[in-house]
């Protein structure tokens, strides 16, 4: 075992981790590196029977899956007896119904964290965006920010995670575009010069291990980004020709990218809304000096490595048909 800091080990074999949201994109990664570290896990769904797929990841009984609200005291109370860390993934990229940013982004996560003090945990990771800010105007990154400001009040050791787009087999941005370049003539590159910095979602389950694991990461936000700095024009471009299916990416200005924003306020099948368009005009990409990846020993994954093959599947012909 490696050595503690100020008194506070890494993860021992057998030990458990509570993870709330463990059933979406980033949280299924998050379980399986947790599972190989010999970790078991606690996975914390709404719903437990939509999370079942998530034990095979492991040995039998390693991995536990609980139905838990983020927005009920006793729901977390009950998800942290007994954990030696805890990881809060809960997040949601446009409001619907019950589901809002102030109740899930910023009380549930100050919540989840309230519990795992509670409990004793030694460590937690509270995974949020970056340009979250509590100050913000934007709804999403005012909620995200508020959140990190809760997790910290309650568990000062925190470590905050702020990945840039996640990318990945069942990520909601990529898949999203090749799905539209299958029906429609064109791409559109609403502000296409916005920055990013896709990171890879195995990248970011073993920064959330890592930071488990390092007590000098305790207390300390990253942001995690990966090798690649594209426009938003590049990645459109980008995901137009791995596709083979040669769609024009064509630039909207201001007033039409507005408009189809608003639409996507209240139509859910339009590629963005009102507050992901405002968030995606200030860029989302590793501030300069930030701490990332490499700080935490992971080495951030080209996407090249795994773009490529994650969209053979919207080729004409599927994926065993021929690359453009």
Known sequence: MANSVNGVPPLAQGELVTVVGGAGFIGRYVVQALARAGCRVRAVSRHADSALFLKPLGDLGQIQVVSGNITSDADMAAAFAGAAAGVNLVGILAESGSQRFDSLQAEGAGRAARAAAAAGARSFVQVSAIGADAGSPIAYARSKGEGEQAVLAAFPGATILRPSLVAGPEDQFFNRFAGMARIAPFLPAISGSSLFQPVYVHDVADAVLAALNNP???????????????????????????????????????????????LGDVLPFMP????QLAMLKKGNIVGPGRPGLADLGVTPTPLAAFVPAMLERFRRGGRFAKAA
């Open 216 to 262: 000098a990461a305790r207390g300390q936000t990253y942001e995690l980004g990966g090798p690649d700095v594209l426009s938003f024009t590049a990645i459109l471009q980008m995901i137009s020709d791995l596709t083979g299916l040669d769609r024009p990416v064509v630039p909207l200005s201001d007033f039409t990218s507005g408009l189809l924003a608003k």
């Open 272 to 275: 963005m809304n009102s507050d």
